[in-house]
C-alpha cells in the first residue's frame, strides 16, 4: 500500500524541528520502504495554501539531527485569519485542502505550537488526516508534560544567566534578564530554577514591584551585592493582570513602558538606588543546534507518528505524559494553554529555597 504524506513546520521555529522530520522520516523508510513518499511542504500553511511542495529523497533527512531551524522553513499564519478571505480572495481552507487533494497525500503531519494545532484540528474537521506534533520553546501545549524545543531553550537560557551571575556579581549590580514566553511562564521558571535566579517574574504570577524591589534590597542588606531576576516577556503586575490584553497594552504604550525587562528594570533602580541593568536574548533562545534531550524525545516524536501513520490513527496530537510517548486527540488539545498552575511543584520548590515570585 502506497503512502504519501506531507509534512510542515508553523509558527515560531526552535531547536528540534528537524531532528524531528528525520525522526519521521527515517522511521516511516524503515517501515514502509519504497512504499512510503515524503513531500516537504515549504513555510507552514502558507505553503500548503499555495502548493509549495516538493518530492523529498530519504537522503533530503541525512544529517540534519543536530540542525537548528528547520529544513521546510516556518511562518505565521495566524488560526484566526484561516476561515477569513483576504483582499487576496484566497479561501485558505479550500485552497489547502485542494493542495492536499493534487498532493495526493495520505497524511499531513503538523510540527508547531498552539496554533498550528488549532488549524491542524480545522483541517482534521475538514476531513484531512493529520498529525500533529508538539513544538515549542514554550512548553505550553496541553496534553504534554513537555515540548520539544524546551529544554534546548532551557540550556541556553540557564547559560545566559550563569554568564549574568559573574558579571553581576563583579559590578554589584541588579540584572534583569527577560526570557521569551508571551503568555506562560515555563521557560523562564525551569531556567530561573537551574540558573540559581533570586527572583523568578511569570505571567501566571501577577508581581508586586514593591515585593520585586524590597527583595533585592535585602539582599543588598545582607551584603549580596547583586540580584538577578529571571523575567518572562509576558509578565504582568498585579494591576495589569485585571485589564484586558488591549487595554493593558494601551496602557503600557500611554505610559512610554516597552518590554518587562525594561519596566521592572526602571522600576527597581528609581525605587531602590541600586544599579540595574537589563539582558534580552531573545530570538537566540530559538536558534541553533537541539540538545540531546531534545534530539532523544524528537526522535521518540518522531517514530510514534510514523506508528500512527502505520495504524491510520489520524485527528491526533503526539505527546509524552509522564515517561510515555502517546498521543491526544487533536480536538482535545485545540484551543488550550497549559499555563503554570500557581502550585506547580516547581514553583513550590523555587520558593522553599527563598526564590521571591513578587507576589
Ligand atoms: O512561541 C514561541 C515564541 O518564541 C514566544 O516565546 C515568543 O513570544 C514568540 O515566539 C516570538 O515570536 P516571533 O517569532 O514572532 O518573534
Redesign the pocket.
Known sequence: MKRRIGILTS??D?PGLNATIRGVAKACYEQFGSEVEIVGIQDGYSGLINNQCKLMQPNDFSGILTTGGTIFGTK?TPFREMRVIGEDNVDKVKSMKKTYKDQKLDCLLTLG?NGTHKTANLLAEEGLHVIGLPK???NDIWGTSVTFGFHTAVDIATDVIDRLHTTANSHGRILVVEI???KAGW?TLYAGVAGGADMIVIPEIPYDINKLAAACEKRANEGKGFSILAVA?GAMDTEEAKMKKKERAKSRADAGLTTASNRIAGEIQTMTGLETRVCVPG?M??GGSPSAYDRILATQFGVYAAQLIKEENYGMAVAKVGDVITANRLKDVAGKTKFVPADDQMVRTAREIGISFGD
Do not use: K, P, Q, V
Request: aromatic residues 0%.
Open positions: 509558527g515560531g526552535c505565521r505550537g515549542t520553546i514554550d521569551m514566553g508571551n521557560l516577556e530570538h533562545l530559538r
